[in-house]
Structure formats: C-alpha cells, structure tokens
C-alpha cells in the first residue's frame, strides 16, 4: 500500500514505532508508506541475568526430575538376627526389592567380628529374581566385597520393582559361643528414573 492508497489521518509519522517495535523498512499493517517489518528493541537499562541450571537438577516440575538414570544404594537387609552370624544363628539370607528398575554393579559388605577369628562368610549364591547371577555354582568369601576391593565391578540381570534381590550366606565354621560376626551388604547399582 502507498500514502495515495490511504484516506485520512496520518497515524504513524516518519519515525513511526509501535509500542516496543521500531519498524525496519518492510510491511507493517496499515502504514502509508510501504508496509515495514518490526524490530524488537533492546531493553534499556540493567537487565537481571540468571545463571544456568547446574546439570545436576534437571526438572520437569518442582520435585519431578527429569527421566533418566542414576547411581544409587540398594541395601540388602538380613532376613535373621540384625546380620550377626553367631553360635545360634548360622544362615542369614540377605534381600531387597528395589522400588525402581535397578542394575547392580558393585557390591560393598562389611563384616566386624567379636573374636570368630579365621571364620568367614560365604555366599552361596546371588539371585535377581529367580536368576542365578554366578557362573558356577559354589561359596565365595563377601569380604572380597570390602568397600576398599579394586576391579570387583558386576554387570547383574537388571530387576523391575519389587523383583527380589537375594543373597544367601552362611559360616565357614561354626561360632564359637559369645562371639559373632556383624555382616551388612548393600549393591550399588543404576536406576531408571
């Protein structure tokens, strides 16, 4: 459209501008010389600037993570006795069911003797669901799990919630009376989240 094309007032003058636009010699709806396209200003004066969200918190919403996985605990209660293998208590069998789809790789025991010296124990086995997650079938010594055990890592079956997640141990020997050994075990492993 041209200046001849439109009756009436001019509305807009050489420096035309809508408000927070400056026209920048293209179309603008309704201007009498031919039709402009609109710039956004700058904003004027200090401008507030956030820092970037560390990577670590990603949300969907306030409380909602994003999906994605992460690393985490999974400990193994013991189905007797707190863990303390002890002159009555020779079997314990360690299990969780995780509330999220998990994968072990790593398994941490610790075990604290009163006196039992030479007695270890031993895990006959680990089972993800009714997967058996060892080679061959046999006992092993969980200390070889300590926390400070190097090239120890796991890749087991990965779990659905509520999929049970066992370990049964025993003594190598039998305890002797007034003496115990406190055993804990957790697996750390990945989750869906």
Known sequence: ???DEIDGDDMMGDDDQIVGYETAGEDVLGARRPLRRLVRRRPRGRVLRLAKKPAWRKQIAPGVPDPGQGL????LT????????????PNISFQAR????????RLLTSVRRTGAAGI??????????????????????????????????????????GILIRIDCNTSAVVPALESLATSMMFLGHTIR
């Open 1 to 3: 459209m041209y200046d």
């Open 72 to 75: 985490e605990p999974l400990p």
């Open 78 to 89: 013991p189905t007797l006795n707190g863990g303390v293998f002890d002159a009555a208590t």
């Open 98 to 105: 995780p509330q999220a789809p998990f994968r072990a790789e």
């Open 120 to 161: 270890t124990v031993l895990a006959q086995n680990i089972f993800v669901g009714r997967n058996l997650q060892m080679v061959e079938t046999g006992a092993f010594d969980v200390e070889f799990f300590s926390p400070t055990a190097f090239g120890v890592r796991l890749n087991l079956v990965a779990s659905q919630p």
